[in-house]
């Protein structure tokens, strides 16, 4: 799980580095229609198949993706 874990930071220090505006998804949880209520709940625990790690949300080992600008850009 450690290393997991550790793998998954280093990925997203490098979005964070290549991609501007990465750090700016965090602040749409909180407003998004599909994990408003989700994110919240998961402020300090586990919620179902939720977690959040580096204020990111993740369902099961997927990141989640408010309808944001980037939205298309992981889709595809």
Do not use: Q, W
Not at 26 to 44: G, I, P, Q, R, W
């Amino acid at each position: 799980m450690v290393d997991a874990l550790s793998r998954r930071f280093v990925i997203f220090s490098t979005i964070n580095a290549k991609l501007l505006g990465f750090e700016y998804m965090k602040e749409l949880y909180a407003n998004d229609s599909d994990f408003t209520k989700v994110y919240v709940t998961c402020k300090k625990l586990v919620f179902g198949k939720f977690y959040k790690l580096d204020s990111y949300l993740f369902k099961e080992n997927k990141l989640c993706v408010p309808d944001c600008f980037m939205y298309e850009l992981f889709v595809h």
